[in-house]
């Protein structure tokens, strides 16, 4: 079991930059990929950012060179740094996990409750 809570969503101006955090209970932490998926108002669940436990990560098409996805093991957490953000990153960002990194991409196991992030223009 995996219980994951966020942090460090908020409003920022087009350009700007957020770092989110997510920290994770559970003693198998280090064996679950992990990984961050979003909503934005009307739209289904978007995969954004993924990292295998043993750190390899992948990122959607519209957010690679802009953010960036980290895992401390040590700590049980998981960040994603997101800079030269755009109005269409506004969403509710959850993190995510599971043990088959397929899984974590559409229906992970494991949920937090969500941290919005909201970009004006």
């Known amino acids: 079991q995996v219980q994951l809570v966020e942090s460090g969503g908020g409003l920022v101006q087009a350009g700007g930059s957020l770092r989110l955090s997510c920290a994770a209970s559970?003693?198998?932490?280090?064996?679950?990929?992990m990984g961050w998926l979003r909503q934005a108002p009307g739209k289904e669940h978007e995969f954004v950012a993924g990292?295998?436990?043993?750190?390899?990560?992948t990122y959607l098409d519209s957010v690679k060179g802009r953010f960036t996805i980290s895992r401390d093991n040590a700590k049980n957490t998981v960040s994603l740094q997101m800079n030269s953000l755009k109005p269409e990153d506004t969403a509710v960002y959850y993190c995510?996990?599971?043990?088959?990194?397929?899984?974590?991409?559409?229906?992970?196991?494991?949920w937090g409750q969500g941290t919005q992030v909201t970009v004006s223009s």
């Open positions: 995510v996990a599971d043990e088959s990194f397929g899984k974590l991409v559409e229906r992970p196991d494991y």
């Open positions: 990292i295998t436990w043993s750190g390899l990560n």
């Open positions: 559970g003693r198998t932490f280090s064996r679950h990929h």
